[in-house]
């Protein structure tokens, strides 16, 4: 089942980004990771505004790849430094549309 990896970070010293960048995008392709957006072009349109300066947004085709490039020991150094130079929070959610799982919220009709 296809999966998505949302990181938003705060980035607290810029001393690991430019190799994070780099070195991560192949690590990540390596394990059938696809970044569909890396920006700092955050625009909050409802709610209270989070306190970051980036968000990622990758997909993968199941929660077991994600899980392996986390612990790849060619990625767990630069995941460890982004954690040093920054506050991050990862989470992953899937692609089911838990409209018509839950009784109150059906599909609509499309015609």
Same mark, same amino acid.
């Given at each position: 089942?296809?999966?998505?990896?949302? %990181?938003?970070?705060?980035? *607290?010293d810029e001393a690991w980004l430019p190799d994070y960048v780099v070195r991560v995008h192949e690590i990540a392709a390596r394990h059938n990771g696809r970044y569909l957006s890396r920006s700092t072009n955050?625009?909050?349109?409802?709610?209270?505004?989070? $306190? #970051?300066?980036?968000?990622?947004?990758?997909?993968?085709?199941?929660?077991?790849?994600?899980?392996?490039?986390?612990? $790849?020991?060619?990625? #767990?150094?630069?995941?460890?430094?982004?954690? !040093?130079?920054?506050?991050?929070?990862? !989470?992953?959610?899937?692609?089911? $549309?838990?409209?018509? %799982?839950?009784?109150?919220? *059906?599909?609509? $009709?499309? %015609?």
């Open positions: 089942m296809t999966v998505y990896l949302i %990181a938003e970070l705060k980035v *607290t955050i625009e909050t349109l409802e709610g209270e505004p989070r $306190d #970051v300066t980036g968000i990622a947004l990758l997909e993968f085709p199941s929660r077991d790849d994600v899980l392996a490039l986390m612990s $790849d020991p060619e990625y #767990v150094p630069y995941g460890e430094a982004r954690r !040093r130079g920054s506050i991050c929070h990862y !989470r992953l959610i899937d692609d089911t $549309d838990i409209a018509g %799982a839950i009784p109150y919220l *059906t599909k609509p $009709d499309i %015609a």
